[in-house]
């Protein structure tokens, strides 16, 4: 097969569109098999549980790549309404914490325990010292295991809005834990997440109350349709926010992450 138009990428792949119906995620050259054979067989587990995901049609070559051929979604992110205004806002909190709630009350059967998963991040994450490492992932080891569908990297650019509903997409890190744990990633990517590189402070500062705002709102509804215990959820924010060190993101959100972590830290001295 050919590469069509080029649709998005990641730290793994790239995604093109290659049919009307159709989309490849063509993996970078040093992305190992069993990494891309371990994504086809997540996806195909959580397309069973019948969650609204795009279909897998199997593997194929690129160009001399290794890919995955999905169902095209003719949708956009629900990014797009976030960024629209207060009430469009509202409603787009209101549709990712249904559909969160849907996901986590599906039990994740063999999928890879997500504990297992933070642990490895945390041990990639470059920015925090060997000894802060160790001391996070003694933390990680005290907390529930849970056996619940976790997405692993739920928020606003994983959520097509399309003609035929919502689908979440990119299920490569999804595992089963803890729903709080993946609830804690997606309210930190919510806060931390995405900032533009060159604002001025003051454009910054609105920027961080609005996301605390949005934040603060979507902890809210995710709690009144699930309660759960606040320090239930906070123990999670401190192993979470480490394992996130690990990925490739703009300085500032390292800075500010990191920041987060020490304080975190700090207080369990």
């Known amino acids: ?144 295991d849970g056996k619940q569908v976790c997405h692993g990297d739920y928020h606003p650019d994983n959520i097509l809005i399309s003609m035929h509903g919502k689908f979440v997409i990119d299920w490569a890190d999804s595992t089963a834990g803890s729903p709080l744990a993946d609830l804690a990633r997606s309210l930190l990517i919510l806060q931390y997440g995405g900032f533009p590189e060159k604002v001025t402070k003051r454009m910054y500062f609105a920027e961080r109350i609005k996301r605390r705002m949005i934040a603060r709102y979507y902890i809210y509804l995710y709690k009144k349709h699930l309660p759960f215990k606040r320090e239930s959820f906070q123990q999670w924010l401190l192993p979470v926010a480490a394992g996130r060190l690990s990925e490739k993101l703009p300085p500032k959100e390292i800075e500010e992450l990191l920041s987060f972590v020490r304080r975190q830290l700090n207080s369990c001295d």
């Open 1 to 144: 097969m050919v590469k069509g138009n080029k649709i998005g990428e990641g730290s793994t792949a790239e995604v093109f569109s290659i049919a009307h119906d159709k989309v490849a995620k063509v993996f970078y050259e040093h992305i190992q098999e069993s990494q891309i054979k371990g994504e086809m067989n997540i996806s195909a587990k959580i397309a069973s549980l019948g969650l609204n995901v795009p279909a897998i049609y199997g593997e194929g070559d690129i160009e001399g790549k290794k890919a995955i051929i999905y169902e095209k979604i003719d949708g956009f992110p629900i990014t797009k309404l976030l960024e629209k205004g207060l009430l469009s806002a509202i409603r787009s909190v209101n549709t990712m914490v249904s559909l969160q709630i849907y996901i986590h009350s599906k039990e994740a059967g063999d999928l890879p325990p997500l504990k297992f998963s933070l642990e490895n991040r945390i041990k990639r994450a470059e920015s925090l010292s060997g000894r802060e490492k160790e001391r996070i992932i003694d933390y990680l080891q005290t907390l529930p």
